[in-house]
């Protein structure tokens, strides 16, 4: 059975979650269809882009109708999105860093190091909320090894030594998503944990309404990103 539940008005969290899902899913139509429109070595990045706002679509449905329903936080089904769509993400970068010589391991690494961010997440949102401080900050250590690979380390190497500016731009977006776009997330994390650092502030209670905010900003506004690199990439060519 499926039902349907009206929003009570000012449920910011319920318009959040609805706006998102025909969001994620005019975004997938449009990285799908437009994938015919760039250069051939571009195509696998929109397919990935595509994909990312697909799952996250699936999932804004569910969250959307279990908010409705219970006005409680969809965590379970937040957590399932998030682990399958930042590897993704993950790979995004693999893709871009293949052309100036990255090996599989980088994203294996990469990959590591968000699924731990998650599992640690989950866990201080849910089965160990109680120490939801200590579990963010394990959760951090992944986020830093992410930051450390794109700003610092390997890929970061591998992006200064290639002579494609197109590329070099592409890169450096994304590092900048990852950054400052990924760092919305902790915000949230904080606002909605128990004894989390921002809960006795106005962002108390605020937590999805945050998460879906970064979910536009780093899902859509990321994938319009490598949409519009590989645009220009593909008129130079
Ligand atoms: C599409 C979904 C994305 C890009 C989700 C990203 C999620 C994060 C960067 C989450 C990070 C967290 C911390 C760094 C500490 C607190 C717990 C998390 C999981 C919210």
Not at 153 to 180: E, H, M, R, T
Request: proline letters at 2%; hydrophobic letters at 50%.
């Amino acid at each position: 059975m499926y039902l349907v539940t009206n929003l009570n008005p000012g449920d910011y969290v319920g318009f959040t979650f609805f706006i998102g899902s025909m969001a994620m899913l005019a975004a997938t139509v449009f990285f799908f269809l437009e994938r015919n429109s760039v250069d051939g070595k571009w195509r696998t990045s929109l397919l990935v882009s595509g994909l990312i706002t697909f799952i996250a679509a699936v999932h804004y449905y569910y969250m959307r109708d279990v908010w409705a329903i219970s006005q409680v936080s969809p965590t379970e089904y937040r957590y399932i999105d998030w682990i399958l769509t930042v590897p993704l993400m993950c790979v995004e970068f693999y893709l871009i860093l293949k052309a100036f010589g990255a090996k599989i391991g980088l994203l294996w690494k990469m990959i590591g190091y968000s699924v731990w961010m998650l599992v640690f997440g989950y866990f201080g949102e849910t089965l160990f909320s109680e120490q939801s401080v200590l579990m963010g900050i394990l959760s951090t250590l992944g986020y830093l090894g992410i930051l450390y690979e794109v700003w610092l380390g390997s890929a970061k190497k591998l992006a200064v030594n290639s002579n494609d500016p197109i590329l070099q731009q592409a890169f450096s977006a994304l590092g900048w998503f990852i950054l400052v776009g990924w760092a919305i997330y902790p915000i949230g994390y904080m606002a909605g944990t128990d004894g989390g650092w921002l809960s006795n502030t106005f962002l108390n209670g605020s937590m999805d309404v945050i998460y879906n905010i970064g979910d536009a900003i780093n899902k859509i506004g990321f994938g319009l990103v490598i949409y519009s690199l590989a645009v220009r990439s593909s008129a130079k060519a």
